[in-house]
């Protein structure tokens, strides 16, 4: 009788995970590391307006080990979304920095999300290094939109960072495993471009003394060599969102493009600064940030025309906060749903045109206009104001506000006349010591 063939056990599937891929040095060897350890990797490279050569890339992660290559480009949302309320923030961090790279990282980190529950993978991969702020923000994105994934770090990883502790490492382990790289130490730092700007750090630029060479700079012309002339630009606005340059109404991605290159063409938009990273370390940045630069000069200039003093101060104390929230990562958070709350009710009135000059790296501000203006000229005028504003008013409002005034200093003059038991005591020794040296 004949034996039946025997059935091997399928092969168990792969654990998948989510790589967000830019086809650089670092993740592309992080694609063939998590490969080598056993991953069905998908690398998920996302265009939020950065310059790369798209079509090459699915050929470079398939190369370096990933099973599949996803491309998104996610440029009209990442402006729409996550630069659009920066603006209508007005948002500094630190009160210097436009949060470029922070805002870009949510609406990554957010379809890695998506493209992970649709591939069934229980992990997600960065390449961002453990002194950074990058792997917060992708991290809390992930954890706050899907809560069990699991995170994959190498750069934390002993393993691997033991192996390639730096680029000459990186670049050997590429070599090694005929992973195809352009990498060069022709660029001592590194930079990362979104629509909204380009950073730039480490290498030599962890010198916080050391000037930073011409040619690194990408998105600004330098002052010095600027030829354009003076420039006038209107920029308008809808319930504080841009939405035309010169009267021409464009999508957001197609707006900041207009803007990014104005500011190009003006040299505006460079900053150069020592930051607090959510880690608690000081680093150095330098950032490239022209149309964003021009979009909240004017969106601010409008506000004092269209807000009361009151809620532009509130709303003040409030952007330092959602600058926070967003440098470090906490975009997908009940916080900061609360505050896109307030500002949505904050900008139902900023609708309006904004004039600037532009001019050798400066942004002027020359003229503004708003059908929801709190300008009225009649009652701001030094002229004949035709009985808009009554100027006798003011003395019961100015005594009105002197009165906790003039209170404190009756106090105090009731103080110096009626000393107290400490000023008594010190003139009794001082009168006893006087006796004391005359005997």
Known sequence: MAKKASRSAPTPAKPKVVLAYSGGLDTSIIVRWLADRGFDVVCFCANVGQEERYKDLEKKALNSGGSKCIIRDLTEEFVEDFVWPAVAWNARYEGRYLLGTSLA??????????????????????????????????????????????????????????????????????????????????????????????????????????????????????????????????????????????????????????????????????????????????????????????LMAAHEDLETLCIGRDLLATKAQLAVRFSQLAYNGFW?????????????????????????????????????????SLYDEDIASMDDDHGAYDQSDATGFIRLQALPLRVAAQRAGKQQRTPTKSAKKARVTKTTKKQSKKR
């Open 105 to 294: 990282r949510p609406v990554i980190a957010k379809h890695m999300v998506e493209i992970a529950k649709a591939e069934g993978a229980q992990y997600i991969a960065h390449g961002a290094t453990g002194k950074g702020n990058d792997q917060i923000r992708f991290e809390l994105t992930a954890y706050a939109l899907m809560p069990g994934v699991k995170i994959i770090a190498p750069w934390r990883d002993p393993e691997f960072n033991q192996v390639i502790k730096g680029r000459a490492e990186a670049i050997a382990y590429a070599k090694e495993h005929g992973i195809p790289i352009t990498a060069s130490k022709k660029e001592p730092w590194s930079s990362d471009e979104n629509l909204l700007h380009i950073s730039y750090e480490a290498g030599e630029l962890e010198d916080p003394n050391r000037k930073p060479r011409e040619s690194m700079y990408k998105l600004t012309a330098p002052v010095k060599k600027v030829r354009a002339a003076s420039e006038t630009v209107t920029i308008d606005f809808a319930a504080g969102i841009p939405v035309a340059i010169n009267g021409k109404k464009r999508s957001p991605a197609a707006l900041l493009t207009e803007a990014n290159r104005l500011g190009f063409k003006h040299g505006i938009g460079r900053i150069d600064i020592v930051e607090s990273r959510f880690v608690g370390m000081k680093s150095r940045g330098v950032y490239e940030t022209p149309g964003g630069s021009l």
């Open 332 to 372: 997908y958070c009940e916080e900061m749903e609360a505050l896109q709350a307030f500002l949505d009710s904050s900008q139902r009135q900023v609708s309006g045109r904004v004039t600037l000059e532009l001019y050798r790296g400066n942004i002027i501000v020359v003229g503004r206009t708003s059908p929801n």
